[in-house]
């Protein structure tokens, strides 16, 4: 069934317009906001305006292999230190000067869930530098490094780190990447493998030089006098200040007074800060920057551009941001037959509603991607809603029109206020500053939803040996425990030839004349079957208790 907010291909179009006998134009609607597509077509880069620009280096590799450490080394200032649990939440961007010439460098975190954040740095880089650890080798995440920087199609360069460590084995390293289709120069590869170590500094400046010819033979030119086109690798909301977004700059100059747009969000700059926070007037091709002065916070991997009119920059975001409501309404109202029956199977199905609030986008896209994977055919997370800033009373009301939903915040607090609202409407606000520890905790939450498992603990068994009929109490098998003990009141089965011919409980037990609790392996008793009598010499009597385990995902 389709509403008239759906949105339909091409080919069903044009099925429908064939049926009803109707001829059909069809335009692409995203052209009218396609503000890069306007941009390439404008005015071309030319010749011989071009000057050679910063290279564009993303550094990435497994979490702990010293990514940070190594790009604090070589801009001597400590990032990971103020970083939660040592671990990179956020892609920086830096600059550093080597021979005269500047370097800008992305920083991407390491672990699983920022695999969005990673592909987004591969796209924007010039060079790619993978950062392996001599004492650790190929990690997953290493792998996946290697294939974002593969799709990407960018020049690799293999930083073998921790080298100062006494366990540490570069051959192991060259060795797992050559599995990879990385090979080094010295085996008759293609790829530098620089031996570094982030603590001593040894082989940094080797890296840099190495760098400096890959920047050398790519020949990276831009045009500093066209209108700016950027990149925007991370975007947040911060106090005082407003959206925020750090971009790097591929062609053009921007400048303070620019008017730009980057998806839904336009403005005019304000201000523009370097890597340290300096306050700057300019930023170059190949140059990270923050921009300060956005109507909102964009999309990370947004490309942000400069247009001549504020009413152009407005009529682009107005647009884009039409279109994707419309795609977000049209999401809700198309069911398709399979979708249907999922749905009408998912009636049993338990869901975990969420808020999740975080302080930048980079950090909320990787959160949401786990979250979406942690699911099976019983439970799933189901997001409400995902924004970025502080949690406000708007989120608590939201919160509060869904059941059991719970608000998680990344980097942000709950306010006094807020607070007080969150208390007497009794829904649950946590927050946390490590991503593994919002992931372990939505995960724990999502298994207690599901069924517990039960299982079985197997007690003891015996074989019985000879069958007494006993008046007014039937037959009682004479048997000697084989394994583990017989206890009384407990579940057995009777197997006859490795057979299950009979599952009751045990009714009686005794040792010659004397009830009894349990009887040991090797000891002889006697067992009452409760409603059995049909036993026969030769039989097994298998004890058994049933015990309840919380599902694991």
């Known amino acids: 069934m389709f509403t008239k907010n759906d949105f339909l291909d091409k080919d069903s179009i044009e099925i429908l317009a064939d049926t009803f006998g109707i001829n059909v134009t069809t335009v692409n609607d995203q052209e009218s906001f396609d503000y890069v597509k306007a941009y390439d077509e404008e005015g071309e880069a030319s010749e011989q305006n071009f000057v050679e620009r910063a290279p564009v280096i993303t550094i990435m590799g497994h979490v702990d292999h010293g990514k940070t450490s190594l790009l604090d080394y070589i801009r001597s200032a ?3 230190a103020g970083e939660a649990g040592g671990i990179t939440q956020h892609v920086g961007a830096y600059m550093v000067e080597k021979n005269g010439r500047n370097i800008t460098f992305i920083d991407t975190p390491g672990h699983e869930a920022f695999t969005e954040m990673r592909s987004r740095g591969a796209k924007v880089t010039d060079i790619v530098i993978v950062v392996v650890a001599a004492d650790d080798g190929v ?11 593969k799709a990407a199609g960018v020049p690799i360069i293999i930083a073998v780190n921790k080298m100062d460590k006494e366990s540490a084995n570069p051959d192991l390293v060259k060795a797992q990447l050559a599995e990879l289709g990385i090979t080094p120069i010295d085996w008759g590869g293609e790829h ?13 400046e080797d890296l840099l030089e190495t760098i400096l010819l890959q920047a050398d ?30 971009v790097v700059v591929e062609d053009g100059t921007m400048r303070v007074g620019d008017i730009v747009v980057a998806g839904v969000a336009f403005g005019k700059v304000k201000a523009l800060l370097n890597d340290r926070g300096i306050a700057v007037k ?23 551009i400069s247009v001549k009119t504020d009413k152009i920059a407005r009529e682009y975001a107005k647009k884009k941001a039409e279109y994707l409501r419309q795609k977000e309404l049209s999401k809700s109202t198309k069911v398709s037959l399979d979708e249907l029956s999922d749905m009408i199977a998912e009636g049993a199905l338990k869901t975990l509603p969420v808020i999740i609030k975080a302080d930048v986008q980079g950090s909320l896209e990787a959160i949401k991607g786990s979250l979406e994977k942690i699911r099976n055919a019983e439970t799933k997370v189901n997001i409400v809603s995902a924004g970025i800033g502080g949690i406000t009373e708007s989120d608590v009301a939201l919160a509060s029109a869904s059941s059991n939903c719970i608000i998680l915040g990344f980097h942000v607090r709950p306010t006094g206020t807020v607070k007080e609202r969150a208390k007497s409407s009794g829904i649950e606000i946590k927050t946390y500053n490590i991503i593994y520890d919002l992931i372990d905790d939505v995960t724990n939450i999502v298994t207690g939803l599901m069924a517990p498992v039960i299982r079985e603990e197997n007690i003891g068994q015996a074989m019985v040996r000879e069958v007494f009929a ?11 425990v084989t394994d583990g003990t017989i206890n009384r009141g407990v579940k057995i089965r009777v197997i006859r030839d490795g057979v299950i011919i009979y599952e009751g409980s045990v009714s009686s037990l005794k040792r010659f004349k004397d009830d009894v609790k349990e009887v ?6 006697g067992v009452g079957i409760e409603g059995y009598t049909d036993i026969k010499v030769g039989d097994y ?13």
């Open 139 to 149: 990690k997953p995440q290493t792998k996946e490094a290697v294939e974002h920087a």
């Open 520 to 525: 040991g392996k090797g000891y002889e008793c």
């Open 282 to 304: 300019e930023a170059l091709p190949g140059e990270p920057v923050v921009v300060l002065g956005l109507s909102e916070v964009p999309g990370a991997g947004e490309t942000l």
């Open 470 to 480: 006993v008046p007014k109490l039937g037959h009682i098998a004479g048997c000697i």
């Open 541 to 553: 009597i298998e004890s058994f208790k049933e015990v309840e385990e919380k599902a694991k995902l």
């Open 78 to 80: 400590k990032v990971a």
């Open 192 to 204: 530098e493998f620089v031996p570094v170590s982030a603590k001593t500094g040894m082989g940094i």
């Open 217 to 246: 033979v790519l020949e990276l030119k831009a045009d500093p006098s066209r209108d700016v086109k950027a990149t925007v690798i991370e975007s947040s909301l911060e106090k005082g200040r407003g959206p925020v977004a750090t």
